[in-house]
């Protein structure tokens, strides 16, 4: 029933910026109760919390997100954002929009409908 769908990436050079996005379809009114998470994934590495977003616009960034990534969202488009500013190597990896009705969390186990991810890939 939920859909998310991210689009935006693909192969960008070490200090470059790329915009994801992530159509959220199937929410209806509910997405203005959940929280919006972007998640990451290298090649032989678990899965990791990057950013996430509530309804309410508090966010979370990781360390390595902190001052170079901005997560936003507009719910009447129904479609979170990434801007990856200064990407590096370490960049590198599947990302994945995901929903959640906690607050604020970065937990996987508390993400119940997740995108089928996509690539990027900082390369010179």
């Known amino acids: 029933q939920v859909h998310l769908v991210e689009s935006g990436g693909g192969l960008v050079q070490p200090g470059k910026s790329l915009r994801l996005s992530c159509v959220i379809e199937?929410?209806?009114?509910?997405?203005?109760?959940?929280?919006v998470g972007w998640f990451r994934q290298a090649p032989g590495m678990e899965r990791e919390g990057v950013s996430c977003?509530?309804?309410?616009?508090?966010?979370y960034y990781s360390e390595s997100a902190k001052g170079r990534f901005t997560i936003s969202r507009d719910d009447a488009k129904a479609t979170a954002y990434l801007q990856m500013n200064n990407v590096n190597f370490d960049d590198t990896g599947v990302y994945y929009c995901?929903?959640?009705?906690?607050?604020?969390?970065?937990?996987?186990?508390?993400?119940?409908?997740w995108g089928q991810g996509i690539q990027v890939t900082v390369s010179s």
């Open positions: 995901a929903l959640s009705g906690h607050y604020l969390t970065i937990a996987l186990d508390e993400y119940s409908y």
């Open positions: 199937g929410a209806g009114d509910s997405l203005a109760y959940l929280t």
């Open positions: 977003i509530t309804y309410d616009r508090k966010i």
